[in-house]
């Protein structure tokens, strides 16, 4: 099985490769990235997010995403996190793929504005403690009763499994990473 890791605002990091390296002992990695130029590198999120907002936008990842995976003919496993995570919400609720085996998408904080998605390939949201522009709360609650959803709160915060975020938890970090290896029902 390869493991397709969906990136959040930073894009291809060298971080991120080393959590896909971690994740994916067996079937290898491929890393989705918003950005064509490869090494693109922020100071911080607030400079990510306006890179991100100017020169990609969610609906320009959204159909990346799409056309990278028409060319993925094994079974594979989406991971994305934050605004890659929302992209996957959006695959998954658009097609289906009999190669898809599994999603895990944490802190996706734009599923709120497709929140009328329904995903047509079961889907687990990692959840992050709070989110400052919205209640995470009310979210989960309009998520949960939806088909083919599990969630999984936390008690950490948007960007957890990022070490460039500022809310980076090692300790959590090493948690899902165990728990994403180990789970590849």
């Avoid at 959590?19 to 950005?35: C, H, L, N, R, T």
């Avoid at 009999?98 to 998408?105: G, P, Q, R, S």
């Avoid at 504005?113 to 687990?124: K, S």
Wanted: charged share 20%.
């Amino acid at each position: 099985m390869q493991y397709i890791v969906v990136s959040d605002i930073f894009g291809k990091t060298p971080e991120l490769e080393r959590f896909a390296e971690s994740v994916s002992y067996k079937g290898g990695f491929q890393i989705v990235s918003p950005y064509k130029k490869e090494n693109l590198q922020f100071s911080n999120e607030l400079e990510a997010y306006s890179y991100f907002s100017e020169n990609v936008g969610i609906d320009v990842y959204f159909k990346q995403l799409c056309s990278y995976i028409l060319s993925i003919n094994i079974p594979f496993r989406l991971i994305g996190f934050s605004v890659g995570a929302s992209v996957c919400w959006k695959y998954i609720a658009n097609t289906t793929n009999e190669n898809l085996i599994k999603t895990d998408l944490f802190y996706g904080s734009q599923i709120r504005n497709f929140i009328n998605l329904e995903p047509l390939t079961p889907v687990n949201l990692i959840m992050p403690k709070s989110e400052l522009h919205f209640s995470i709360d009310s979210l989960i609650q309009r998520l949960q009763n939806k088909q083919n959803v599990s969630i999984d709160t936390t008690q950490y915060f948007h960007g957890f499994m990022n070490e460039l975020s500022e809310n980076y938890c090692e300790r959590a970090y090493q948690q899902y990473v165990t728990i994403l290896s180990s789970d590849i029902s």
